[in-house]
């Protein structure tokens, strides 16, 4: 599966950003959806998951309560919407997508385990 993510950009502390990501080549219901971040000098980090269905999510602790992810089977798309930012919300943002992985694994597992990323868009916060 092809992941195009779209949607960074430059945000303020306590706005909003919408992160799109839209699939191709796959069957999308196959595949556990997620966001996973790498800010500057750090390592790729799990943001969310959602399940194949979307009954399912599950947020990182840095980002639950002020996330939602959620995705469109109709349209193969999946959508971080992040409210309240924070400048430590500056990062790259990256689509993936898994078919083993469920959303608690997601969460857990290292960055290496996911099969499918797509390309990062940048999330700049400023204070």
């Known amino acids: 599966v092809q992941l195009q993510a779209s949607g960074g950009g430059l945000g303020h502390a306590g706005g909003s950003l919408r992160l799109s990501c839209a699939a191709s080549g796959g069957t999308f219901t196959r595949y556990t959806m997620g966001w996973f971040r790498q800010a500057p000098g750090k390592e790729r980090e799990f943001v969310a998951s959602?399940?194949?269905?979307?009954?399912?999510?599950v947020y990182a602790d840095s980002v639950k309560g002020r996330s939602t992810i959620s995705r469109d089977n109709a349209e193969n798309t999946v959508t971080l919407q992040m409210n309240s930012l924070k400048p430590e919300d500056t990062a790259v943002y990256y689509c993936?997508?898994?078919?083993?992985?469920?959303?608690?694994?997601?969460?857990?597992?290292?960055?290496?385990?996911?099969?499918?990323w797509g390309k990062g868009t940048l999330v700049t916060v400023s204070s």
């Open positions: 959602i399940s194949r269905q979307g009954g399912t999510t």
């Open positions: 993936v997508g898994d078919r083993s992985l469920n959303t608690q694994s997601m969460g857990t597992a290292s960055a290496s385990r996911v099969d499918y």
